[in-house]
C-alpha cells in the first residue's frame, strides 16, 4: 500500500510539472509580448528623439548636406535594425535608409499624418497598407524653426518582437525544468531524511500503544530524527524494565504477604476446630502475633516507598542537630542491645553540629542502619555510629562487626525485597525494603550513601549531609 502511494504522488508530481510547463508555455507569450513591443518601440522612440532634436535639424538650416544624412540614417538602421525614412512635413521622402528584408521606402506616404498615433507612442499594423506584415511604427517630428520641418519615421517587424518572446519564453522553460528537477531533488531527500524516519517513529508509537514495548526504531542518523528515534527507543527500554520490575515487585509483595496470611489462617483454624488444644493456643497467638506486625512492618514500608515512587519528595527542611538525633535514634534499640549485649559507641565530632535535612526522614534512615546493625550483629559485639566534618557537609557511617555482605551482593542490596542468603536465617522478620528507604531517602536530599563490607567481618555504611546555613 505505501509503494502504491509512494507510485500515486510521483504521478501526480509529474503531471503537475507538464501542466506548468504547459501553462507556461501557453501563457506566456501573451503576458510577454505586450511589455516586450513597448520596450522596443521606447527605445525606437527615444533613438528618434535624440536624433531629431539634435542632429537633423542641422539639414533644414544647411550644416549638413545629403551625404551626412544618409550616413546618420543608415547607422540608425544598423544600430536599430529598422527602416528609417526622412520625410517633409507632407509625407515626401527626403531621405531613408532599410535593412534588406524591409521594401523601399515610398517617394511619398499617402494619407499622411503625423499625429495618428494619438496619445500612444507608436503605431501598429501594415502603415498605409506598405508592408506585407505588421511593423511597429514610431515618428518623430524634427524642428526647422520652431515648427516641424520634416518627421523621423521608423518602423520595425512585430514579429521580431516575437524572436525577443521566443527568447525569454525558452530562458523560462529552462528556468522552469531546473527548478522541477531540483524540487524532486529536495522531495526525495525528504521522503528519505524526513518522511520515512517518521513513518518509522509513527509505526514505532503504535506498536507501543498496542503493548509490544520490544520494538525497535532503526534509524540511525545524527539528526534531530535519529535523537527523537535514540530516546523513543531509550524510552520502550525503560518501560519494559519499568514492566518487569513492576511484575517482579508485585510477585514479590503476593509472596510476602501470602507467607504469614497462610500461617494466620492455618492456627486460627486448627485452634477454631480443636486441632491446637487450648493449652497450646498462647503459644501459636505469639507466633500469629509475629506474623501480624511483619505484615504490619511490610506494609510501613510500602507505604512510605510509595511516597519516593509518586515522585511526592516534599521534603520538610530544617536545621536540627544531628547528634542530638543519633542518641535519641541509639536509645531506642536500648532493649536490643541489653539482649544482645551490643554495645553503640557514638564517636561525635562535635557537641553540637547542626544539618540542615528532612529530620524524620533521617531519623528514618538512622532506625533502618542501626536496625539492620543490630539485627546483624554477633552476641557482645559492638556498633559504631560517626561524624566528620568536611567543607560544608557532614559525614555519618554505622559499622558494624557482623556477619558482613558477599561482594557479589553489594550492587543488589538496595534493590527492594533483596535479602542475602546470609541475611535470611537471622532475619526472620525483614521484609527487604529497609536499605531500598535508605538510599531513596539520601537521594531525596541531593546526596549519596556508600557501603564497604567484608564477609565475616563487618559492614560500613556512609553518607553525606549538607551542614546547616550560619545564622
Keep these: 500500500m505505501k509503494s502504491t502511494l509512494h507510485l500515486k504522488f510521483l504521478i501526480v508530481y509529474i503531471i503537475f510539472g507538464f501542466l506548468c510547463l ?97 496619445g500612444a507612442k507608436y503605431l501598429l499594423g501594415d502603415y498605409h497598407q506598405l508592408f506585407s506584415q505588421d511593423v511597429i511604427t514610431v515618428i518623430a517630428p524634427v524642428l526647422s ?9 521608423l518602423h520595425k517587424y512585430a514579429s521580431d ?17 531546473l527548478v522541477f528537477f531540483f524540487s524532486f531533488l529536495i522531495l526525495l531527500a525528504f521522503h528519505f531524511f524526513v518522511y520515512r524516519p517518521l513513518r518509522k517513529i509513527t509505526e514505532a508509537a503504535t506498536q507501543y500503544a498496542t503493548g509490544n514495548l520490544e520494538h525497535e526504531i532503526l534509524v540511525t542518523s545524527q539528526d534531530e530524527m535519529g535523537y527523537l528515534s535514540a530516546s523513543l527507543n531509550y ?9 518487569d520490575y513492576q511484575k517482579q515487585f508485585v510477585a514479590n509483595v503476593s509472596h510476602d504477604f501470602r507467607s504469614p496470611l497462610t500461617s494466620i489462617r492455618g492456627y486460627v483454624t486448627a485452634m477454631a476446630d480443636g486441632t491446637i488444644p487450648p493449652e497450646l493456643h498462647e503459644k501459636y497467638l505469639n507466633i500469629i502475633l509475629f506474623e501480624t506486625e511483619r505484615l504490619t512492618d511490610l506494609t510501613n514500608d510500602l507505604l512510605i516507598l510509595n511516597e519516593y515512587d509518586t515522585k511526592n519528595r516534599i521534603l520538610n527542611w530544617e536545621a536540627f542537630d544531628i547528634h542530638q538525633c543519633i542518641k535519641e535514634v541509639s536509645a531506642s534499640f ?65 559499622k558494624d562487626d557482623g556477619i558482613g555482605i558477599p561482594r557479589n551482593a553489594l550492587n543488589k542490596i538496595w534493590d527492594r525485597f533483596y535479602k542475602t542468603d546470609l541475611s535470611r536465617g537471622k532475619n526472620k522478620k ?27 567481618v563487618g559492614t560500613e555504611f556512609t553518607f553525606s549531609l549538607p551542614k546547616a546555613p550560619a545564622s
Design 430 to 456: 525483614g521484609t527487604g525494603l529497609g536499605l531500598s528507604i535508605v538510599k531513596e531517602a539520601i537521594q531525596a536530599h541531593g546526596e549519596n550513601i556508600h557501603v564497604v563490607s567484608t564477609e565475616g
Design 161 to 177: 518582437v516575437g524572436g525577443l518572446t521566443h527568447l525569454f519564453l525558452r530562458g523560462i522553460s529552462i528556468l522552469l525544468i
Design 334 to 398: 536500648e532493649g536490643t542491645c541489653t539482649r544482645k549485649k551490643i554495645s553503640i559507641e557514638l564517636l561525635l565530632a562535635t557537641k553540637c553540629l547542626l544539618v540542615y535535612a528532612d529530620k524524620r526522614k533521617i531519623q528514618q534512615v538512622l532506625y533502618n542502619l542501626l536496625d539492620n546493625a543490630t539485627k546483624f550483629s554477633d552476641d557482645n559485639s559492638s556498633v559504631v555510629i560517626e561524624t566528620t566534618e568536611r567543607g560544608d557537609k557532614v559525614y555519618l557511617s554505622v
Design 22 to 118: 504547459f501553462t507556461t508555455a501557453i501563457l506566456t507569450p501573451e503576458l510577454i509580448t505586450a511589455p516586450a513591443r513597448d520596450y522596443v518601440a521606447s527605445g525606437m522612440f527615444q533613438e528618434a528623439s535624440l536624433m531629431s532634436g539634435d542632429y537633423f535639424p542641422l539639414y533644414f538650416s544647411e550644416k549638413i548636406d545629403a551625404g551626412d544624412l544618409h550616413l546618420q540614417l543608415n547607422a540608425m538602421q544598423t544600430q536599430l535594425d529598422a527602416a528609417v525614412w526622412f520625410v517633409d512635413r507632407d509625407g515626401t521622402l527626403i531621405a531613408s535608409s532599410r535593412p534588406e528584408n524591409y521594401p523601399a521606402a515610398p517617394a511619398s506616404v499617402p494619407d499622411f499624418d503625423p499625429v495618428e498615433a494619438g
Design 235 to 243: 524510552m520502550s527500554s525503560r518501560l519494559r524494565d519499568a514492566g
Design 145 to 153: 524653426g520652431y515648427t516641424p520641418g520634416g518627421y523621423l519615421v
